[in-house]
């Protein structure tokens, strides 16, 4: 029964959403981003993906969208060479065993993110959260995610600025518009290659 009732009140509280206007849907994401901060999970080795695949599904089955705003695995791109020579691009990740999680924290839901399979807890004193400073937000750009707008197209030509392959041409064969993810193709030692990049690593080519 009390399941019912609280599937009435997201009901209604939906429809509330719904019905609001434009105007005040705006200021009230602007209001909740300000006071979401940023926390780091530690996982198990190996399972970021894993762990950033169930918090997700997490947060759609309890409702949390409107806390838990941005889930982010740090990665780089790196040049291997094998032994007969041939170079190529991988992508790694940069921080192995954390993930980023940009949220309004609260002691109602610490259990339901720390019970998260393929997280262990929050890195913080005695593992509790304790968010990070705005000077380590900016010097990891975590808030290029946002900030970032994705004006990049299938088939477009453009110049990567960041990254071991910094000054290639590249051309699009892929937009993640939602992850700020693009794929493109490079040539590089005379082969065509695929490599996955954020739109903050990419400019238009100029004329």
Same mark, same amino acid.
């Not at 740090?74 to 990740?93: C, F, N, Y």
């Given at each position: ?23 005040? %849907? &705006? ?12 926390? !780091? ?5 190996? #399972? ?7 918090? %997700?599904?997490? &947060?759609?089955? #309890?409702h949390l969208e409107d806390r838990v705003l941005?889930? #982010? ?9 094998? $032994? ?5 691009? $991988? ?13 309004? #924290? ?11 399979r393929g997280i262990t807890g929050f890195v ?32 477009? !030509? ?27 193709? !490079? ?6 290659? $695929? !490599? ?12």
């Amino acid at each position: 029964m009390e399941e019912n009732t609280n599937l009435t009140e997201n009901n209604i509280a939906q429809e509330l959403k719904n019905d609001m206007p434009p105007e005040l %849907k &705006v200021a009230g994401n602007q209001r909740r981003d300000s006071e979401a901060r940023w926390y !780091v999970l530690h996982t198990f080795n190996g #399972y970021e993906a894993v762990a950033e695949d169930n918090l %997700k599904k997490v &947060v759609e089955k #309890y409702h949390l969208e409107d806390r838990v705003l941005e889930i #982010y695995i740090p990665t780089e791109d790196v040049m291997t060479e094998k $032994k007969d020579g041939t170079k190529s691009i $991988k992508s790694q990740h940069s921080m192995p065993t954390y993930i980023f999680v940009k949220m309004i #924290y609260g002691d109602d839901i610490w259990h339901t993110i720390t019970r998260t399979r393929g997280i262990t807890g929050f890195v913080g004193p005695k593992g509790r959260p304790l968010p990070l400073s705005n000077a380590d937000v900016m010097k990891m750009r975590l808030e290029r995610k946002l900030n970032a707008k994705v004006s990049f197209e299938v088939d477009d !030509v453009v110049t990567i600025i960041d990254g071991p392959l910094m000054g290639q041409t590249a051309k699009i064969t892929n937009v993640d518009a939602a992850n700020h993810k693009i794929t493109v193709i !490079v040539n590089m030692f005379g082969r065509s290659n $695929k !490599v996955e990049l954020h739109t903050s690593q990419i400019k238009a080519l100029e004329n």
